[in-house]
């Protein structure tokens, strides 16, 4: 309860004494003074409790929502063969052939991650080139811009176009669980104490504290492994399979700092971080490397001209930005 709530109940309570005083006589005054002051606490309390359960009841309905019908971001046309090169990869019948023509593809796009084999990572059931921390999905059938991992909870891939709203939900679902936990844990120990009344009610307490606990608990440790991957700038998949470069495989390939990898899943405005809506940086194609040597080998980045100009002629949106390799891309429309 606010000071301004506390003083303004007080002014009532004195103008009420004074009524009752003139009226009813000093005790029936002190009685109807306490009883009013007693309701009203308990009307402010309830409010209070019904905002706060309400606001999270909004927001966690909200991020999982947003989990589960976010469609999964998929390799753009660029990553994908065009007739000629699928054409020339299908007649070639040695492997190394093969090999050799996603090479020369592979010039052409900011690509820097290799198969366990050193070779280019090709996916043949989408015909496409993997984006670096790009992985096929075998449940969804696609390949998945920065895929952490399949979550059967939400029923759909979490990856570049949802981690930050399922990292929302997980947050929401814990202060969700506590808040429910706080609230029924006076009337637990009552019923602990032998205080509560033989009912149903008594039933709904215990199952609503246990359940409550019991997923706070779950969701407390894979909340904090989702917030070291995050602060390391790994997924799921790449904590269990470091990711492989040209100078060999590399599990803080991508670790440009705790400030920086926040930003590319929450986006740059803090005030957004706690909505889920979209704001995390970049469209999934380029992650900034933190061994930076390893872009200068690759031509795109001394030609940026290349990706900028489509086939047809026609401009689409840059994967990497041309003022500062380091930030991540725009946003691709």
Known sequence: MSFYTQKS???????LSFLCYKQCGPLNCILSSWLFCVVMCFFLLAVAYLLVFH???VMF???YWKSIFTPPATPCKKFQLSYSDKQRYEMEERPDAQKQVLVEIAKK???????????IRFCDRCQVLKPDRCHHCSVCETCVLKMDHHCPWVNNCVGFSNYKFFLLF????MLY???IAATVFKYFLKFWVGELPNGPAKFHVLFLMFVALMFFVSLMFLFGYHCWLVAKNRSTLEAFSAPVFVGGPD???FNVGIRKNLQQVFGEER???????????????YFPLKNRTSESHNPLLANEDMWDESDDGSEEGSLVEDQDPSVTIEMEE
């Open 61 to 63: 309905s909200w991020t």
């Open 9 to 15: 109940t007080g002014k009532r309570c004195v103008t």
């Open 55 to 57: 606001v999270c009841f």
């Open 251 to 253: 599990r803080n390939g």
């Open 177 to 179: 669980c506590i808040f």
């Open 271 to 285: 005030r957004l971080w706690f909505i889920p809506v979209v704001t995390s940086q970049g469209n999934g194609h």
């Open 170 to 173: 997980l947050s929401y679902s």
């Open 109 to 119: 796009l900011p690509i820097f991650t290799r198969a366990q084999s050193g070779a």
